[in-house]
Every structure is written in C-alpha cells, then in structure tokens.
C-alpha cells in the first residue's frame, strides 16, 4: 500500500529550464511534507520541507507548492543545474512519527 | 561532527548467515530509523525507535529484528540472512517528531 505516490520516474530537463516533480498523497493525517535529495553513493539529505497550513515554500532555486484539497504537491527547481541531477523523493510523516517516502524520481539535466 | 556513521559500507552474506548492522549518531537524536532502498522501490521502513529502549515494526519488519539499548546506537539484525535481503540499508535519526532526517551514508549488502 503506498500512500505517497510520486511521478514522473525519471525527467530530463535542460539546463536553465524548470524541473517539476510531483507527489500525491492519500492520508489526510500527514502533517510535515519533506523533499530529499540523493546522489549516487550518498544518503539522502533534506532538501526543504512544508507543513500543510502553507501553500508554499521557497528556499533559492527550490519551491515546493502545496495543495491540500487536492492532496497534492509538488517541487519545482527553477534555473536547473547539472549539479541538481539526482533523486529525489518525496515524503509524508504522520502523527505515529513515520516517514513514508515517493518511489523517487531521478533527474538529469543537460549541460 | 560525524552525523550518522554506519558500519560496514560493504557485506557480502551467504543465504542464512547472520549479520548486525550498526548505526551511530552523536547529534543527541531521540529517533532513529532503519531504512532498504530497492531500485524502482524507494526507502522503506523496515524498523525505528523513538527512544532508548524501545523499537516498532514500520512497512517490511519480516526476517530482521533491532535493538535501541544506548540512544545513540541503533542495531540492526538479520537472524538468516536470504537473497530478497539484498538491499541498500539506510539508518536515519531526528531530534524530534515533525523534524527531517539526517541519514548515515549506507551499508550495501549482497546475500549469495
């Protein structure tokens, strides 16, 4: 049962163009939305995060957009880098402390 | 400051050996958490510990067991170790609930 859907599975973009990634969720107790980014080899680290009483949130090149009615959200890379290519998942935590992560999308931006 | 440290990088088993997987953190964390990463499958929760002491089954608990005795240590055990096991092993730590992880840089293990 997977409860944060995430597509698409890999994306291509140019480099200065926009990334857009996007997430689903089903569980309306979700409460705090992060985004990871992972290189090859590495952990993944957090990459920014939003709490469902915002609708946006914006940290340099990175904006996650939020839509609680639609239980949607997304995260855009404005201006993206070769230096952004990677995975990245999206998550969910609920209120019983878990973490349930997006099967992960790997970008690749061209140079 | 080291994070997360977990040991070993690297472990080759063969099915149904046993093996423990250690994780460390030394940022004072409550929660601590142990992760698989399977291609096309992202992280999964295998089991976490919102402290000392204590441990719960997350999404695919079946065929490993944990241990929380210290808080900084998070032990991760396969008792038979078999092929499906193979996997990208993740630990993961917070100082609180609604806070973002800090993970360790991964144990990749091979069952033969």
């Known amino acids: 049962q997977q409860q944060v859907k995430q597509s698409p599975q890999s994306l291509i973009v140019q480099k200065g163009g926009i990334s857009i990634i996007n997430c689903a969720y089903e569980n309306t107790a979700f409460d705090y939305f992060p985004w990871y980014q992972q290189f090859p080899g590495k952990g993944p680290a957090l990459l920014i995060a939003?709490?469902?009483?915002?609708s946006e949130k914006k940290e340099g090149r990175f904006t996650i957009s939020f839509n609680k009615s639609a239980k949607q959200f997304s995260l855009h890379i404005m201006d993206s880098q070769p230096g952004d290519s990677a995975t990245y998942f999206c998550?969910?935590?609920?209120?019983?402390?878990?973490?349930?992560f997006g099967k992960g999308t790997r970008l690749h931006i061209l140079p | 400051n080291a994070g997360v440290t977990q040991t070993p990088k690297f472990r080759v088993l063969k099915t149904g050996q046993s093996m423990t997987l250690l994780c460390a953190q030394d940022m004072n964390h409550e929660y601590m958490y142990w992760y698989r990463q399977d291609p096309g499958m992202g992280l999964r929760l295998i089991h976490y510990s919102v402290g000392e002491g204590t441990t719960a089954k997350g999404e695919v608990p079946d065929g490993y067991n944990v241990s929380r005795l210290k808080k900084q240590n998070f032990l991760l055990g396969l008792e038979s170790a078999a092929p499906s096991q193979t996997s990208v092993y993740f630990c993961?730590?917070?100082?609180?609930?609604?806070?973002?992880?800090?993970f360790g840089s991964g144990t990749r293990l091979t069952v033969v």
């Open positions: 993961a730590s917070s100082y609180a609930s609604r806070r973002g992880y800090t």
């Open positions: 998550a969910a935590r609920g209120r019983d402390d878990k973490i349930i």
């Open positions: 939003i709490r469902p009483d915002v």
